[in-house]
C-alpha cells in the first residue's frame, strides 16, 4: 500500500466508491497506469469496494504483431542495422527474438530515440533501420528527424498506431462490456482531449484522462463512477495540469505531414480500420518495408501466437496475467514467452515484478 499526505483524500474517495453499491468494470490504456495501479496497491483497493480495471491495448511494444518482429528480422538478416529500443529487440518472435539475433552475430543496436538512429546512420555506409514503434506519444519524433531529413541510407520500419481508433475497434468487438475508460495521460498530451469525445457520443462511454500519481488514478476513477451513477458519458480531464483539449498542435501537424491512415492488426486484435499509421508517398524513400520489400515475400501475413500464451486476451481486456497458464510457470522476465513479459509497461512484467 501506498502512504502519502493524501491519505485522508485516499480514504474518502475509497468510502465514495463503496458507497456505490454497485460492481464497476473500468478499462484503462497505459501500461503507466497499471504500474501504479500494482505498485501502490491501488489494484486491490478497489476490487474491495467493488472497482474492477482492466488493462487494455496500452503497451505499444506488447501490441506490434508477430509480423513486423518477423520483417525485423528479415532486414537484419539482410545485413543492414537494425535498431529500436530495448524492450523492442527482446520481444520473442517465432522463438527468437532481434536480441537472440544479436548474439548469433546480426548488428541490432538498442537506442533511445530516433535521433540516435539518424547517428548511427550518418558514422557508416550501410543500411541503416530503425524500428519505430509507439502510440502518439512516440509518433512525433518520428516525423520531425523525417521533416529535417535523414541520411540516404537509414529508413523506418514503421509500427506506429493510434490509440483512438484503437478502442472504437475494442467498442465494435463488443467482448468486454465495460462502464467507463481511463485515458491515457501521456498520448493525450499530444492529442488533447476532445478527439475522444466520439467514443461517449457514439458508444455511450464514460470517460476521465489520467495523471499518473496515485492520487491522480484514484480520482479518474472517483470521476468515472460518479458519471456512472449520474448515467452520463462525457470526456473528463483530471491531468489538466498537462493536457489541453486541442492537444500539442506542433506535434499535431508534424504528424500530419508525415504519415496518413492505415488499417493495421494489433496482436490480439483483427484489422482495425484506421488505427495505423504509414507514411505519405513523399517519405517512401526511406520506407523500410518498401526497400526491404523482397526480404519479405517469404513471410506469411500473420503469424500464430506462441502456444498457451494469452497476450491477446489479456491485451483485449477479457482475461488477467494470472490467468495465463504460462504467467510464472514458464513465463518470466528472464525468460518470457510473449511481449506482455518484455515490456516494462505489459502488464505480465508489472505484476511479475511487484508481486514477488
Not at 530516433?114 to 550518418?122: K, N
Not at 531529413?149 to 483512438?164: A, Y
Not at 478502442?167 to 498520448?187: A, S
Request: glycine fraction near 10%; aromatic fraction near 6%; charge should be negative.
Amino acid at each position: 500500500m501506498f502512504k502519502f499526505r493524501d491519505a485522508d483524500v485516499t480514504k474518502r474517495i475509497v468510502e465514495v466508491l463503496g458507497g456505490i453499491e454497485r460492481d464497476l468494470k473500468f478499462m484503462h490504456v497505459c501500461g503507466t497506469h497499471q504500474d501504479t495501479m500494482v505498485r501502490f496497491g491501488i489494484e486491490g483497493m478497489l476490487e474491495e469496494v467493488g472497482v474492477k480495471i482492466v488493462q487494455g491495448p496500452g503497451c505499444p511494444v506488447c501490441v506490434t504483431t508477430e509480423r513486423e518482429f518477423e520483417e525485423a528480422k528479415a532486414i537484419a538478416e539482410q545485413g543492414a542495422i537494425v535498431a529500436s529500443y530495448g524492450d523492442m529487440i527482446n520481444v520473442p518472435s517465432q522463438g527468437r527474438s532481434l536480441q537472440d539475433m544479436k548474439s548469433d552475430g546480426a548488428d541490432v543496436r538498442i537506442v533511445y530515440s530516433v535521433d540516435d538512429a539518424v547517428e548511427i546512420a550518418q558514422g557508416t555506409d550501410r543500411e541503416v533501420v530503425f524500428m519505430a514503434a509507439g502510440f502518439e506519444t512516440t509518433t512525433p519524433p518520428t516525423a520531425a528527424i523525417l521533416l529535417r531529413g535523414v541520411p540516404e541510407n537509414m529508413s523506418i520500419l514503421n509500427c506506429h498506431r493510434t490509440v483512438p481508433m484503437a478502442l472504437k475497434g475494442l467498442m465494435e468487438m463488443g467482448e468486454v462490456q465495460l462502464d467507463g475508460v481511463v485515458q491515457p495521460g501521456h498520448v493525450s498530451v499530444i492529442i488533447g482531449s476532445q478527439v475522444y469525445e466520439f467514443l461517449s457520443t457514439d458508444y455511450g462511454v464514460p470517460q476521465v484522462i489520467c495523471g499518473f500519481e496515485p492520487l491522480d488514478v484514484l480520482m479518474g476513477v472517483l470521476m468515472l463512477s460518479q458519471q456512472v451513477r449520474e448515467g452520463v458519458a462525457k470526456v473528463e480531464n483530471e491531468y489538466g495540469r498537462a493536457v489541453r483539449p486541442e492537444g500539442n498542435l506542433k506535434a499535431i501537424e508534424a504528424m500530419a505531414e508525415v504519415f496518413e491512415t492505415r488499417d493495421i492488426r494489433w496482436r490480439g486484435f483483427p484489422e482495425i480500420p484506421g488505427s495505423g499509421l504509414k507514411l505519405k508517398a513523399e517519405f517512401e524513400d526511406h520506407d523500410a518495408s518498401k526497400r526491404f520489400e523482397n526480404a519479405f515475400v517469404d513471410l506469411p501475413e500473420h503469424f500464430p501466437e506462441p502456444a498457451g500464451c494469452s497476450c491477446g486476451e489479456v491485451l483485449r481486456g477479457i482475461k488477467d496475467p494470472r490467468e495465463c497458464p504460462l504467467f510464472k510457470v514458464t513465463c518470466s522476465p528472464k525468460n518470457p514467452v510473449g511481449p506482455c513479459m518484455v515490456s516494462r509497461e505489459g502488464s505480465c512484467n508489472i505484476l511479475f515484478r511487484y508481486s514477488g
